[in-house]
């Protein structure tokens, strides 16, 4: 039993033989087509320039030292920069291409056209960059690729000198900027020093000492005065005020210790000495109040006189220490006040000394800088192949293109067979009528006149001499164009020159553009 793919191979087969003629010219036409198309386009030529980014030995010595731009940057925007549309413009100018371009929209399609033309490929690995550009004209795809190479790099070197010298002056400006508010700074701080200098210099630690001595002085004065006062009632039965001044009389002097005590009360506990000497001199003046009888005033008075010159020198002893403590907190509370004014002043002058530091290094990096760009010892471009004349054009492939077009009759050939074939709706086999549920009485097979098997045999001679021919003639047409020979490719052009081919063209181009 057969397989049903061998049958479907022969089916296809069958019917490719049956509309072989079909195939066969279908071919030849869409070939035709191919060939009077690829010699009606023009040659394009061209031309290639390779340059080397070659990074001196000097810019590896001075890394660190001097600012100069790095080959990665430079190779990074080299195809931007290429295909800007300023440096278009300026070598479409220089060579006179743009003269043919009348209003703004044809330059700009001049420019769009040239960069479309252009071909920039990096090797980045090697520091090399290739430069080609295809044009109908071989001397102007030579002379752009050498121009846009030479004005890309005085372009590069200008671009990088200007920004040295403008980073340079920059520099130069910020630094005489900064040197004169480090000179305020300095100022701030000299006078913050002559205004407050007394604060700057105390140390807290020792004023808190200072004042802990006076205090713990101002106690014993004032346990020396009390005990003097103490004497002094005890010998004359006189009282004394918080002055040093005499009360006369046991209850004066009660008055005046209960006074005593409520103060001290105030400020230590009932266990300390000097409380508890004022409660028990107190319980001894209550007694005596009764023991006791009225003291002479006379005797108070020649007592008094004794104690008078001690007790006031104490007074005036105390009320130093007094001014000395209020004096040393004053200073303990301005002290931090100042130091914090003396710590912003001071930072803000480190700051300017700080920035001013940094920009007197780069000043000096933007000096070697600018001396390394003076002198080329920088990254350079170095031309390796400038572009020179092309003898062959580079496109197009016409024998691609003739190929490509056979194939692709041979494909519309086949596609027409099986497409006519499934229109065909003439019965072929038996099979067909099995499938109807008609029963086949008899098969007819065909009959052949020989007459006509003589002319159907002559035609297909005369197809097959004719599709020989016009396959000899395609076939020549590629051996011209396999050695080079541009006699066709002439005489084609001759023809689409014509004006009135032309205008042909553009009839038919402006159709296209209107239907689609």
Known sequence: MSDPKDLDIRKYLAIAYRRRFLIIFATIAVTIGATLYSLALKNMYSSSSTVFIEENVMS???QGVAVTPSM??????????MQSRTMLQQVL??????????TDAELEGLINNA???MDIRLRARDGLFIISFSHENPREARDFVNTLVRRYIEQNISADRDDTYAAFGFLAEQ??????????ADAAVLELRIRKGDLLNRDPGQLLEQIAMAEDRLQELSIRRYELLSSASSEAALAFD????PMSGHQGRLNMLQ???????????????????????MQMLEKGLYDEGAVNVDTQTRISSVFDVQLQELRLQEQRLRRMIQYYNELLENIPVAQAEFAEVQHKRSEQQRVLEQLMGRYGQAEISRQMELQDKTTTFRIVDPAILPTNPSSPNRLMIILLGMLGGLGAGVGMSLGLNYLDRSVRHVDTLKELGLPVLAVVPEMLNPANVRKMHFRNLLLYLLAAAFFMLIVGVMLLEFMGSTIL???????VQRPETESAIGYMKGLYRRIF
């Open 60 to 62: 590896s010595l001075m």
């Open 72 to 81: 990665d940057a430079k190779i990074r925007v080299l195809t931007t920069a």
């Open 93 to 102: 100018r220089d060579l006179n291409m743009d003269l043919h371009a009348r």
């Open 115 to 117: 960069r479309q033309r």
């Open 175 to 184: 630094i005489e900027i900064h040197r004169a508010r480090l000179e305020e």
């Open 242 to 245: 918080d002055q040093g001044l």
């Open 259 to 281: 006074r005593k005590l409520a103060e001290l009360q105030l400020r230590y506990g009932p266990s300390y000495p000097e409380v508890v000497r004022v409660k028990a001199e």
């Open 489 to 495: 490719y002439d005489y084609v052009q001759n023809i």
